[in-house]
């Protein structure tokens, strides 16, 4: 990549000030219950303290709004990465100021350390120069290995780098941006994008950067019913971008124009409600009843998919086929996974963009079959749609 890396920094007995993503998960008891963004940062955390270097970590935790809130302390992940590393980890009660600078004098080559959670200080949220000094104090070098983070241009994540001299990529951005990058850059044809989700405006920077390079696009999820409302079809009381319909109306004509392979759902899986005890009925074609819902794609749908992905090479998927939070109404987007995992084993690449559809590989326990699941729903969702991602554009050039 033409950013420096982890690689082209010299570590030892360097404070290695590094932005990870430990916006995980947590329960009643405050304890993680998903390690999986922890254990994405540790290649890059033993880099460092192999080569001899200190490990400065920082990340946010949910959203505290500036104030200091208990149950969005970094403590319990700070507990996770210690056992995940098989090591002490330094726990810091602040992110800048006095007691954690020299709390950071006092460590040795290769001990970590964990500052408290960024967004206790309203500084980090707004960028503020003053924050992202104080932040820089703490280290001699910079690494983002955070992608989930790196659509925001924050303090710890664009404002930092001002204040160094070298800034560099870690591993995992690294990652992100080889097969992110590589699926849209240089893929391999067919080359197929799966969009599902609830909106059209949520994606469409995606749809219009994707037509210029995909053979196929398949549509899924709530989005489909405004694409269905634009053909004249009947949606009953399914989900509506009305403002929006214009632009879906767009979307078609334009990809018609590009001979791209648009596929809308020719049937739904309906209901009368979102409930775990709902009647569903399947739909002949792709209008729904009045007083139904569509909540998912239906078994014909599915079939159409399942035909192009078969013969797909690279596959992109962003957002899911239905309402999968409800089990009933889940298959579609359960379906997808297991029809990517297949084609994966069979020598296709295939890219999960984070956030619901990276959910569903994971609770369907297919995680290990897709080639790369993105850490960064809006990071990947904006990278995917063109858009430059000022934490990655703040790095230092080679």
């Not at 989930?148 to 951005?173: D, M, N, P, W």
């Not at 989700?197 to 196929?216: H, P, Q, R, T």
Request: aromatic fraction near 6%.
């Amino acid at each position: 990549m033409s950013k420096l890396t982890i690689d082209d920094l010299s570590l030892k007995g360097k404070r290695v000030l590094m932005r990870v993503d430990f916006n995980v998960p947590l329960n009643d008891k405050l304890e993680v219950t998903d390690d999986n963004r922890i254990q994405a940062a540790l290649p890059s955390i033993k880099k460092i303290i192999n080569s001899g270097g200190k490990a400065i970590l920082m990340s946010h935790l949910g959203r505290p709004k500036g104030k200091v809130d208990e149950a969005y302390r970094m403590a319990p992940a700070a507990k996770q990465l210690a056992k995940l590393l098989g090591k002490n980890v330094l726990i810091l009660k602040d992110c800048v100021g006095k007691e954690v600078e020299q709390a950071i004098a006092n460590m040795k080559d290769g001990d970590v350390a964990m500052l408290e959670n960024l967004r206790f200080h309203e500084g980090e949220t707004k960028n503020d120069p003053e924050f992202a000094k104080q932040l820089s104090a703490l280290g001699d070098i910079y690494v983002n290995d955070a992608f989930g983070t790196a659509h925001r241009a924050h303090a710890s994540t664009e404002g930092v780098t001002k204040f160094f001299k070298q800034s560099a990529a870690g591993y995992l951005i690294q990652k992100e941006l080889q097969y992110l990058g590589g699926a849209i850059d240089n893929p391999k044809h067919p080359f197929v994008a799966i969009l599902g989700g609830a909106k059209i405006s949520g994606k469409i920077d995606v749809i219009e950067n994707l037509l210029d390079k995909v053979d196929s696009i398949l549509i899924g999820g709530g989005m489909a019913y405004t694409f269905f409302k634009a053909q004249g079809l009947s949606i009953g009381k399914s989900l509506l971008e009305e403002d929006k319909i214009e632009l879906a109306k767009d979307v078609l004509q334009k990809a018609a124009a590009k001979k791209v392979n648009f596929v809308l759902p020719v049937d739904n899986i309906i209901a009368q409600e979102i409930s775990d005890t709902a009647e569903t009925k399947v739909t002949n074609d792709a209008n729904v009843p009045d007083g139904w819902l569509g909540v998912d794609i239906g078994p014909k749908t599915l079939a159409k998919f399942q035909d192009i992905l078969k013969a797909a090479k690279t596959i992109v998927w962003n957002g899911p086929m239905g309402v999968f939070e409800t089990d009933q109404f889940a298959k579609g987007t359960m379906s997808i996974g297991e029809l990517l995992a297949d084609v994966t084993d069979k020598g296709a690449i295939s890219v999960i963009g984070g956030g619901d559809s990276a959910a569903a590989v994971a609770k369907a326990g297919l995680k290990d079959r897709i080639t790369h699941v993105s850490t960064g729903g809006g990071a990947s969702l904006e990278f995917l749609g063109g858009i430059q991602l000022p934490g990655i554009v703040a790095l230092s050039d080679k």
